[in-house]
């Protein structure tokens, strides 16, 4: 087992230890490549993701989150991600505002703290990210983006996907500057959740028009 490997064990392991107190829950999943923004994380190939979450009833949540990677330095060959934050309704939207902090145990140059606010109503949501230092740039790095899940009365469990994002900002990079966008469908069955769609961005450079798969489950079950 390589050291980031146990790394990405010993935060998940971090989170879990709170699971004393509280809703805790855990999210295994396996994705036919690692998307992050319109790009491959994994050279297309699949990933194998795990997180974990604990939500207090005061609406603050901690968690962390791990993935597989495939970059050009075979050291680094997992992501992990630690953030927090806190969730609430005004009656009228829901609202999510908190910190993530993308850690690379192999490669810490790419280490990359974000803050976001976000925003949502019935299947509508949007959210803004925020990097003052995005990607050990020492430039602001900042990313908009608007969800859409939208339920299929007729079948149940069926919902139609849609995804918009644009990156923007100082920093430089082949993520900034960058409009990506997916439609695709999902798909809840028991205890699962399946997710096909298609990706694309407005650079050819990145090459990511492509089909992505996912399978997914929450545990425990039955909440």
Known sequence: MTK???????ALLAVAG??????????PA???DYDF????????DPAFQLGASYNFDSGFYVGAWGSTLKFPD???DVEVDLFAGYAGDTGLFGYDVGVNWYTYPGWSDLNTVELYAGISKDWLSAKLWYSPDYASTDEDGFYLEANAVYPIKAVEGLSLLA?????????????????????????????FDFAVKYIDTNKSSLDADRVWASVSTTLPWGK
């Open 163 to 191: 995804h918009v994002g644009r990156s923007f900002g100082d920093a430089s990079g082949s993520f900034v500057k960058t409009l990506d966008y997916s439609v695709g469908v999902g798909y809840s069955i028991a205890n």
């Open 4 to 10: 980031s490997r146990i790394a990405a064990g010993a």
């Open 18 to 27: 709170l699971a004393s107190a509280g809703e805790f829950s855990v999210t």
């Open 30 to 32: 396996v994705v036919s």
């Open 37 to 44: 923004r319109g790009a491959t994380q994994t050279d297309e």
């Open 74 to 76: 075979p050291s680094d």
